[in-house]
């Protein structure tokens, strides 16, 4: 059932940045997108919650459930919508897969946590495949000032999400009893609040330009597949395995984001573009290697005592 339900999650959130350039191309003005997204999926997960007998709905009383939602969605999600109307899916995808370095930094920065050697050897390779991957749009003679800054904006976006995952893991540490699920809803409704707000003051509606199917559909996906069910499933795994097991899908989904997109949206997908890819997940797998030998070790006892 684990391994059922963790290569469900992986395909998910392989799917969701191509769903999400479907809507963004489609029409649908970017924050407007997002901010739908998440405020939807967030109050139907309350909602739902709450009519198991859950008190869910005080959660949006705490400023920490706010300040969660500014950094891991309102300010990871922004940046992201935006930016993919100017990049190909799958490199914002492997972009995003740069999380766990922007909490590494944040950590450093903030709390004055040294990191180890293997760690800045895992950064280095990772920023090695960032420099690959914007090198023909930096080498080009003209380059496009719209796909750097998107660039660039999703990596920006990555300290909002790192800063969220910070708060939220201090907050759960701290009071055992909330439930991950609902503190989940309350700051994706919290950031979606956000992002729908700033929407109605800084983007313009045309529906005439919208194409309605693929628009609709794009956001309904997002909404119960990408949103309620992908993050109910990390939040599931969290609870069946352990803290790392499922966050190993950074090292899957953007390798499946890359080939989704070339292969039903005819992007790009070149040399560098997968030299790139490659560089950064290895960088990032070499980062989370502790972790990873840690979670490999008491199985291989297992196996010895077992046989």
């Known amino acids: 059932m684990v391994v059922l339900l963790y290569s469900l999650m992986c395909a998910i959130f392989g799917t969701t940045f191509l769903a999400i350039k479907l809507g963004v191309e489609a029409g649908l003005p970017p924050l407007l997108s997002a901010g739908a997204r998440f405020l939807a999926a967030g109050a139907l997960l309350l909602l739902w919650l709450r009519l198991r007998g859950k008190p869910s709905f005080r959660l949006l009383a705490r400023k920490e459930t706010w300040l969660i939602g500014f950094g891991s969605t309102f300010i990871t999600f922004a940046t992201l919508y935006w930016a993919e109307q100017h990049l190909d899916s799958g490199t914002a995808a492997v972009l995003s897969a740069t999380a766990p370095i922007a909490i590494l930094w944040l950590q ?95 983007e313009r509606i045309d529906t005439a330009s919208v194409d309605a199917v693929p628009a609709v559909a794009s956001l309904l996906y997002l909404i119960a597949v990408g949103s309620m069910l992908g993050h109910s499933l990390y939040a599931w795994l969290l609870r069946a395995t352990n803290a790392f097991f499922p966050s190993t899908w950074l090292y899957v989904s953007p390798a499946l984001a890359l080939g989704l997109g070339a292969a039903l949206y005819g992007e790009r997908l070149n040399g560098l573009t997968a030299a790139g890819a490659l560089l950064v997940l290895a960088g990032i797998a070499l980062l989370r290697l502790p972790e990873l030998k840690t979670q490999l070790r008491p199985s291989k006892r297992s196996e010895r005592e077992a046989a």
Do not use: D
């Open 108 to 202: 450093s920065a903030v709390w004055n946590k040294r990191s180890t050697k293997l760690e800045r050897r895992g950064t280095v390779v990772s920023f090695a495949g960032v420099v690959v991957l914007l090198l023909p749009s930096l080498t080009a003679a003209h380059p496009s000032t719209p796909w750097l800054i998107g660039c660039l904006l999703v990596l920006l976006g990555q300290l909002g999400y790192a800063s969220g995952s910070l708060l939220q893991r201090h907050l759960l540490a701290k009071e055992p009893s909330l439930s991950p699920i609902a503190l989940n809803a309350g700051q994706m409704l919290a950031g979606g609040a956000g992002m729908t707000l700033l929407s109605l003051f800084t």
